[in-house]
Structure formats: C-alpha cells, structure tokens
C-alpha cells in the first residue's frame, strides 16, 4: 500500500451545470414568518444560494484545501483519501481526525493547524465520503471503517496513534478503542455514538441523570430525529432527490447546520458563506451524497451496543460541547467506557472544529499528555 501524492481540480463542466442547476431552481411555497419552524427557512436559504450563484469561488476553496498535503492509498478494496500532516517536533504523537455527517474533512482542517506541533495528523475521508472510494456491496459500517483505520496508520508507519472524532468520527473511535486497543494510544471524543449502549444487568439501577438523559433522547428523536430514520431505513430513495438538486441538498445540510450549531437562529453570521458551501460544494462535485448515509442505513443493522464483556479500555478523554444533544451524562458513558478526563465547556456545539477551534485542539492536546502518562 503506497500513498498517492492528491490535488482536487473539478473538472469546469462540472461547475457549468452546477451554476445551470441553481439558476432553474424551482421554489416551493411556504407559510409565512414561519422561521425554522417547518424545516429550512426559505429566505436564509435564498440568501445563501444567491451568494453560491454570484460570489462563491470554488477555485479559491479548491486551491486553499489543495494547499494541505493530500493522498489516496488503497486499503483493502477502496481508495481512501487524507490529508498527512507531519509534525516538525520529534516526540510528536501520531494522530487520527475523523468527521462525521452532514461535515466532511474539511471541518478538521481548520483545527489541524492547531494541533501539528504536537501530532503527526492524518484526516481521513470515510468511505463513501469526499474523495474516499464508496463500497457498493452492504456492510461497509463503523466497525469495518475502524479497521481500514488502524491498517491506514500502519501502513503510515504509525503503529500506535490516537483517535480522535465526533459524530460519526466517535463512533469508529470507539470501535478502534474496542476491537484494537494494542493500536490505541487512548481516545478523545467530542460526542458520544447516538447507538452506544452499554450492558446493564437486571440489577443495576439507572441514576436520575440518567433516567432523565434518555427520556431527553427520546424526546430528540421525536422532534429533530426524522433526518436519521429516512437515512437509516430507505437511504437510496433520498439520495436521488439530493444527487439531482444543490439547492435540496444546501437545504438538507443547512437545516442541519442551524439545528446542531450554537448559531442563535443566526446561522449565516454564525459560520462563514465560505466554510457552508464549501461542505455543501464538495458532496456536489464528488456525487457522494447517496453513499454517505448509508453509513446510516450499514449503523441500524449493526448499533453500538456493547455486550457484557465490551468494555472500551483504553484511556478515553471526553470534550462535552454546550449545544451538543443529546449527550449522555458521565455515568452512563463509564459504563461502557474508561473515562479518565471529562471536560464540559459553555459554548461549542456538533460543529465544534468549525465553531472553536482553539478550545478543542487544546482539548486534544491536554488529553494527550493524560494518556500519555497513563501508558507510562
């Protein structure tokens, strides 16, 4: 396995019939000063689009994130692509960075900075996202995703390394921590998988925070969760709606960056045009919508819940973000996971590489020294 040195460059057709689409969008009506209330405001989605058809420079994103050394390898049977960075310092610890959906790799180049006098950093695309291969057979889920993750890093020459990630980057952190802990320095995680649930015997009693947590969760999914149904259940049938509009799916990712961040309803001030519809920019031209929530779909068949002898041993380090819900308290997470740090901070949401930076790479880098200590 050799690592190929990578550049975007979009092929200009590509963004011909991009600008094409948007100007033949179709607008559907809606109830007026509704806000957020039925899903994406239009006015703030026809604000955001407006400036995608007249201002957005895709040349300058594609030429900023060309900046950072990318690469594609072969791992097994797909083409995983990451950005390599590696640090100038010599007791510099190898590190993993993984997104999770409706963001991509880009988030963590905004944190990666931070962090590369301290780590060798990789930042690694998931299979089906960006400008990673997709697997077109089932299965291909969170646990066989941590695999290609540790043969990645060996393959990098990294033989033990930290994992760090959120969202869906929690979720193969934590089965790496579980299926590979000789691979794993120790954890950090900035949320908590939503299918982690860990054994609990007949005889154990639940804490009121915890009680209170999943009748919280409960309530989430009911109100906020039908994104996560569709996308695990019948994943094809949205992927051609998304696959065949950019204003359907700014729509679908922006409902989201205004449902998950610590925006105050404010969501185009809160994040630069930029960072939103670079995101938005590269499901577009890499076609992967459809083949990133079946990551969804692959989660429901396989969830993460831990059996009587499944325990994540390893030193794990817990960030836990102000608007980040529905997030388990600690004692229900150390039932399954061995918490030696857990931080909680007033402010940061999901979007907590975007949103601040600087507080989670000093997160990463604190949790670090612990595990270090721990491994002596």
Known sequence: MLAQPFEIHVPEPVLEDLSERIARTRWPDCIRNSGWEYGTEINVLRKLVTYWQEKFDWRKEESRINSFPQFRMMVEDLRIHFVHLRSKN???????????????????LKVAP??????????????????????????????????LWVKL?????????????????????????????????????????GSYKPCINDKEQLTDREKEFLRKKEDWIENEGAYGQIQGTKPQTLAYAMHDSPVGL?????????????????????????????????????????????????ARKSPLHFLSEQRVNVPCAIARFAKE?????????????????????PTGSHFAALEVPEVLAKDIVESAEEFLKRNG
């Open 325 to 345: 819900e529905p997030m388990p308290p600690r004692e229900w997470v150390e039932r399954g996971y061995n918490v030696c740090r857990w931080t909680e901070y």
């Open 153 to 193: 890093m060996q393959a990098l020459g990294y033989e033990r390394f930290i994992s760090q990630g959120g969202d869906w980057g929690a979720t193969v952190s934590t089965w790496i921590g579980l299926d590979a802990p000789q691979s794993v320095i120790g954890i950090h995680l900035n949320y908590i998988p």
């Open 114 to 147: 931070l962090l590369q006098d301290s780590f060798h950093i990789v930042i690694p695309s998931l299979p089906g996202y960006g400008f990673s291969d997709a697997s077109h057979v089932p299965g291909m889920n969170a646990r066989k995703i941590a695999a």
């Open 250 to 298: 700014a729509s679908w990712i922006l409902e989201k960056s205004h449902a998950w961040s610590y925006c105050e309803r404010n969501v185009l001030e809160h994040f630069t045009y930029e960072e939103l519809l670079g995101n938005i920019m590269l499901y577009w031209v890499t076609e992967t919508f459809g083949s990133s929530i079946r990551l969804y779909y692959e």
């Open 90 to 108: 010599s007791a510099a610890v190898p590190l993993i960075l993984t997104h999770g959906w409706p963001g991509s790799f880009l988030e963590q």
